[in-house]
């Protein structure tokens, strides 16, 4: 068996079920699927019972323990040559696997990372979510568009390796702290190919309301500093310029209140990102709504990046 797809849910079951659903109609057929139920109250061990007879599918349910270590379990479970995990909120392409081997085999890869993206049947508002996540006027459009595939560093949501990998390297270290991150660095640390396979991309529908956006934004801040606990080089000028465009909102609002000469020029350079993000989204999306919702979800994913990479610095220094 190639492939070991391991799934970690947590009270997520109706959003499993799609992705299972999904997993049915791969056009490869050789894999196993291990969800790992992380102590949810809400539990998906009848959605599982109900694929059985379309997937070579395992349940099993432990206590909670974070995402990281439920892959972790996943690994220890599995019989395939290659793990691969998906987070259980994303939908995969019927030819994913078959995009995916191809890659491996022919590139090599000990471990790969895959982009994401918002399917057409998405709402308005997971369009808008997905551009402030991918674009290039919000990230720099580095997750899943870089031009150098071996810079990329995966994230759990769409992410696999060797299973020589795990016994060499072992598994997350962390249960939900940019523990993805820091293996990515781990495992080339270690001397294995670790690469970005664009073509392996899946549909990722995110949080469902603006808060839990934005919660999750200022997590990732934070998360990023958590790894440099690990990793002190993972903190690149990209991940330092959501605090600046915090920093830009700050003032802009404070010269704006105090009438100072500065507001206007701020103002002019707010406009002009402003509109860029829209254009960009409205084209990308041919909706005008996802292009005016996206300037509010770019602005909510900067500016909590920006506060939460702040707040676990801060964090970071006390604690010494």
Wanted: charged share 20%; hydrophobic share 45%; aromatic share 14%.
């Amino acid at each position: 068996m190639f492939f070991s797809v391991i799934i970690p849910v947590y009270n997520r079951p109706v959003e499993l079920r799609e992705l299972l659903d999904s997993l049915t109609r791969q056009t490869q057929s050789n894999f196993e699927v291990l969800v790992i139920e992380d102590g949810s109250d809400l539990k998906s061990e009848e959605v599982c019972l109900s694929f059985q007879k379309s997937l070579k599918i395992r349940y099993v349910f432990q206590k909670n323990s974070g995402q990281g270590f439920a892959r972790n379990r996943g690994m220890e479970l599995a019989n395939g040559d290659f793990f691969i995990f998906f987070d259980s909120d994303v939908i995969v392409p019927e030819n994913y696997l078959h995009q995916v081997q191809k890659a491996i085999q022919e590139r090599k890869l000990d471990a790969f990372g895959g982009p994401d993206a918002a399917a057409n049947d998405f709402s308005v508002l997971q369009k808008a979510m997905d551009f402030a996540m991918t674009s290039f006027w919000t990230t720099g459009g580095i997750r899943g568009k870089m031009k150098n595939p071996s810079k990329f560093q995966a994230r759990g949501f769409n992410m696999g390796v060797s299973k020589e990998v795990f016994e060499k390297v072992g598994g997350f270290l962390d249960p939900n702290r940019g523990e993805d991150i820091e293996w990515s660095i781990r495992i080339k640390k270690a001397g294995f190919k670790l690469e970005l396979i664009q073509e392996g991309f899946v549909y990722h529908k995110r949080k469902n309301t603006l808060w839990s956006f934005t919660k999750q934004a200022f997590s990732f801040g934070r998360n990023r500093i958590n790894v440099s606990r690990f990793h002190p080089e993972a903190i690149q000028i990209v991940h330092i310029l959501p605090t600046f465009f915090s920093f830009f909102l700050i003032s802009l609002i404070l010269s704006g209140i105090l009438g100072l000469g500065l507001f206007m020029v701020q103002l002019a350079l707010f406009a002009f990102w402003l509109m860029a993000v829209c254009f960009s989204a409205t084209i990308q999306s041919n909706s005008l709504f996802v292009g005016i919702l996206a300037m509010l979800t770019s602005i909510l994913q900067l500016s909590a990046y920006g506060v939460g990479f702040i707040w676990e610095l801060f964090v970071k220094v006390l604690k010494g």
